[in-house]
């Protein structure tokens, strides 16, 4: 089982190799095995808390969208949900 600490108000570090920093309300940034790749999301009011675009994902620093495999993406999604639950938030992926 995955657990999760918070170093910083805005971000979330699992013990598994990942993190999730929120970085506006239009962002996040994912870090996983010394990638770090910039999600589009968007905060809500309400329960659901974000929007989480998952066709919109990029190198940071990069002005291109990567293309990941289905794996990779699933993973990170899954990845940031938990995340997001730990802190006590759904999201919602489109």
Do not use: C, H
Request: hydrophobic share 45%; proline share 3%.
């Amino acid at each position: 089982m995955v657990t999760f600490s918070i170093p910083r108000t805005n971000v979330i570090e699992s013990d598994d190799g990942f993190s999730v920093e929120v970085l506006g309300p239009t962002g996040l940034r994912y870090v996983e095995a010394g990638r770090k790749l910039w999600l589009d999301s968007e905060i809500l009011a309400g329960p659901a808390g974000l929007i989480l675009y998952s066709g919109n994902m990029k190198l940071e620093g990069s002005a291109e969208m990567i293309t990941l495999d289905v794996m990779d993406r699933n993973r990170i999604v899954k990845n940031v949900r938990a995340a997001f639950r730990f802190r006590g938030f759904e999201i919602q992926v489109v």
